[in-house]
């Protein structure tokens, strides 16, 4: 059975981080969703999430960064040291990256998996997310990295929206990435005179089968309302 995460995104009025948690745990989820570009002062709050987090003790911790692993087709990007390190400091379960501008023809195997055994923490696993750019985003490069590294410890969050804005076939980029998925992020991606919005996943998307973790993501109205009802849709639609 899939555990249900949600994310802190899913407040759009202002909660302090005890609330926040202490919410996600009554709501009934079964892990929790950091978002670092969500936050001001980094390590202060990650210290109260930490110490939230402990209390609610969750089954899942996501760390979710707003950093591209790959900052050129042969470099790591080094801000992704530093935020394992933030994520061992939380007791993250997961931290999750986006691609970046890997190509699997220029990457250095060995160097990557030195890399991954020098500063992944053995007790987190790392996620590369399908995300909102052409080079990282698309089903080519995302299939090219999991088929070039056989790491273990190095999963895939599948964001189901994400390929809306790639005009891509996602129930086909599914079927493709399907052996490395571990996370499911389920929203509807619309486009606005802003740029793109998440919005609330379609019923559709609710047939793919559901991996180890599943969360909606994208923000709700009444959350107080609205998150016990879309956890007990996808333990519903899990069974």
Do not use: C
């Amino acid at each position: 059975m899939t555990k249900v995460i949600l994310p802190t995104l899913i407040f759009n009025n202002h909660h302090s981080i005890e609330e926040q948690v202490d919410m996600i745990k009554e709501f009934g989820a079964d892990g929790i969703e950091i978002r670092r570009e969500r936050l001001k002062d980094v390590l202060q709050e990650l210290s109260l999430f930490k110490q939230e987090i402990k209390l609610a003790d969750f089954d899942a911790v996501v760390y979710s960064v707003p950093v591209e692993l790959w900052q050129d087709p042969i470099s790591l990007n080094p801000d992704a040291v530093n935020a394992l390190k933030q994520a061992e400091f939380l007791n993250a379960t997961h931290i999750k990256f986006s691609l970046g501008k890997f190509d699997a023809k220029q990457a250095d195997v060995k160097g990557f998996k030195e890399w991954l055994a020098s500063n992944l923490p053995s007790s987190i696993t790392m996620l590369v997310e399908n995300d909102q750019t052409p080079y990282g985003g698309t089903l080519d490069p995302i299939l090219s990295f999991f088929q070039w590294q056989t790491e273990t410890s190095v999963r895939m969050t599948f964001d189901v929206g994400n390929w809306t804005v790639q005009n891509a076939d996602w129930s086909a980029a599914h079927q493709e990435l399907s052996t490395w998925i571990e996370y499911l992020h389920l929203k509807t991606a619309a486009k606005t005179n802003e740029g793109w919005v998440n919005k609330p996943v379609d019923l559709e998307h609710l047939k793919l089968p559901f991996p180890s973790y599943t969360a909606i993501e994208f923000p709700l109205d009444n959350p107080q309302v609205e998150a016990p009802q879309w956890i007990e849709i996808i333990r519903k639609e899990d069974n």
